[in-house]
């Protein structure tokens, strides 16, 4: 997600159709400049060589949203007659599938259609997949000298598995933020038995928004940072070759 301003002006994007690295390619229709998907940078025309500026998100489910935020906004066009709950790539991202459209080498590090969560801090990238995610549920890390911590949590369904999205296999959702507590302090994050995340400093519970939501600190809210959350292993790797895969090997 990016934010679409750009020297002062809001630009309006459509998709061009094309793919490069079967990443998809946007276009302003300010400008008809050409947008990589992967990075917001500017490829063809007056914006090219400009990058848009990263915004925090995460893909989770509309039950997780509508308890976190009961009066969010919900961006759709009543009665368009748009299948939203349709998926019509079934099977795109299972486990030994080969990445529909894409023709170049696959770094062998991790499965090709592995869900990972990613962070570019000026010329390093670092990433952890939703399986260790999924294992270890809260990951620790530091990526250009910046402190991250990451939450996972079960409970969001593929939204690439199924003919219907509802019926998708669970994935799970996670969250990239910053650590410091409310007071400034750096606080440490561990997944109980009933994988419920919590701080070892008061023991207050945090969802996957990074809200705390019981104990001393209930009502807080940890910085999120941008990044990428739900990205397929083989689309980042194509462009970041050089990332730090979580857990580093020997």
Do not use: C
């Not at 750009?6 to 994007?13: K, R, S, T, Y």
């Not at 990443?23 to 500017?42: A, K, P, V």
């Not at 919900?74 to 007659?81: F, K, M, N, T, Y």
């Amino acid at each position: 997600m990016f934010r679409r301003t750009v020297d002062g002006e809001i630009l309006d994007f459509g998709t061009t159709g094309a793919l490069r690295d079967s990443n998809l390619l946007m276009y302003d229709r300010q400008t008809e400049s050409w947008w990589q998907e992967f990075g917001g940078e500017g490829v063809i025309g007056h914006y090219a060589g400009r990058r848009l500026e990263q915004l925090y998100l995460s893909i989770v489910s509309w039950d997780e949203f509508k308890t976190a935020f009961p009066d969010g906004k919900v961006l759709s066009r009543p009665a368009s007659g748009r299948p939203y709950g349709q998926n019509p790539y079934a099977g795109y991202d299972r486990p030994g599938s080969t990445p529909f459209l894409f023709s170049g080498d696959t770094d062998p590090r991790l499965p090709a259609v592995e869900r990972i969560v990613a962070i570019e801090r000026g010329n390093a990238a670092w990433a952890v997949s939703f399986s260790t995610l999924a294992d270890e549920r809260v990951v620790r890390a530091s990526v250009a000298g910046e402190d991250i911590v990451v939450f996972w949590m079960p409970g969001t369904a593929s939204s690439l598995d199924s003919g219907s999205i509802a019926s998708g296999r669970d994935v799970g959702a996670a969250g990239i933020f910053s650590p410091m507590g409310p007071d400034g302090s750096t606080l440490s994050f561990a997944a109980g038995a009933d994988g419920r995340i919590t701080d070892e400093q008061t023991g207050s519970r945090w969802n996957i928004f990074g809200q705390a939501v019981s104990g001393p600190l209930a009502g807080s809210q940890l910085d999120p940072l941008p990044g990428r959350s739900g990205q397929l292993w083989f689309s980042w790797a194509v462009y970041r070759p050089d990332t730090v895969v979580y857990p580093a090997t020997p």
